[in-house]
């Protein structure tokens, strides 16, 4: 029976956010320079509203400039563009962010396609994308790289280790997969049709749930002493008529199997909100060639 560690991704993404915060004051103490992110979102989508205002709360606590663009659901593609194109050419904003999902009329590829890659705190444009597979100085998509800083805190070194993620979409396990082959793991990129999942999952000493599937990960499919990383976010019918939070990986029988494991919540999530801080504040130095921090 191994004992489980719990890897607290609420303490590690407070101690992200202040080390922002340092930096943040820094650059407005010795340049006069205060980081600014454009939060976009059309429509009325709740769980996005939340998604906003947690966003827009924790740049201002890290003491970044935050400035939300609010549009209608029935916003046209082109609308949404002629915006885009404006926080482009606008010197002051240094980040700019989609709130997916957009409204059906919106081809969503087309909008990250318009973003100017160096304002891409999201790190899904083509360049971006690009660079995270060459090497080159990416902005990394804030999740996958929230559970990579987890990773590290809990096993130090990841090298020579055997990697699954289960999950191949683009915002969380590709970017996934490509942070962990620079960290020189040996990575296997699992998906739906991904034959006798369970084995695969056993071979790994770094397991990454990011399917979106209650509790698909099984205490069986994890190795003993292995890290185990839940991005999954499912909501449940709990007690009282409220809904309750899961991840995709069974916790509770993992307790005893896996070495450390992330809660859900609790884990990855609060880690994503403080690495969008981080990408700002890069793509602020980056933009205006000062020295970028170490956070
Ligand atoms: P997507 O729906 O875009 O991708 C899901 C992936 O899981 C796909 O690659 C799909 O395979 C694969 N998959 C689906 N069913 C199975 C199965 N039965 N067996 C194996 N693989 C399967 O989801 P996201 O990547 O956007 O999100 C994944 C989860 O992470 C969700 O729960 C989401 O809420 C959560 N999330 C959490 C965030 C956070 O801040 N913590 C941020 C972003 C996401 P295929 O490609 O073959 O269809």
Redesign the pocket.
């Known amino acids: 029976m191994v004992e489980t560690r719990l890897i607290d991704g609420k303490a590690a993404a407070a101690a992200l956010r202040q080390r922002v915060a340092a930096a943040a004051a820094d650059l407005a103490a010795r340049y006069a320079t205060v980081p600014s992110l454009a939060a976009v979102l059309v429509g009325e989508d709740p769980a996005s509203e939340i998604y906003v205002r947690s966003k827009a709360k924790a740049t201002r606590e890290a003491g970044l400039a935050g400035i939300e663009h609010r549009l209608p659901a029935a916003t046209s593609e082109a609308e949404l563009l002629r915006l885009i194109d404006t926080l482009n050419a606008d010197p002051a904003i240094d980040g700019i962010l989609v709130q997916l999902p957009l409204p059906p009329q919106i081809n969503p590829q087309r909008v990250i396609e318009a973003l100017d890659p160096a304002k891409d705190v999201d790190g899904f444009h083509p360049r971006n994308v690009g660079r995270l597979w060459s090497g080159g100085e990416a902005l990394v998509p804030?999740?996958p790289w929230?559970a990579l800083l987890l990773l590290r805190q809990a096993m130090g070194a990841l090298a020579g280790a055997d990697a699954v993620v289960?999950?191949?979409?683009?915002?969380?396990?590709k970017p996934m997969a490509a942070l962990l082959l620079a960290e020189n793991c040996s990575v296997t990129l699992?998906?739906?049709?991904?034959r006798d999942?369970p084995a695969l999952a056993r071979r790994a000493d770094i397991l990454v749930?990011?399917?979106?599937?209650a509790e698909?990960v099984r205490g069986t499919w994890i190795k003993p002493g292995a890290v185990v990383i839940d991005?999954?976010?499912?909501r449940l019918p709990g007690e009282g008529g409220k809904s309750r939070l899961v991840?995709?990986v069974a916790f509770a029988e993992a307790q005893g199997i896996a070495g450390a494991i992330t809660p859900?919540p609790g884990?990855?999530?609060p880690?994503?909100?403080a690495c969008l801080l981080r990408n700002t504040l890069l793509a602020a130095c980056r933009r205006r060639g000062l020295p970028a921090p170490e956070v």
């Open positions: 804030c999740t929230g289960i999950g191949r979409s683009n915002i969380v396990g699992a998906h739906s049709k991904s999942l749930a990011a399917v979106g599937r698909l991005v999954g976010i499912n991840g995709d859900v884990g990855v999530g880690m994503t909100i």
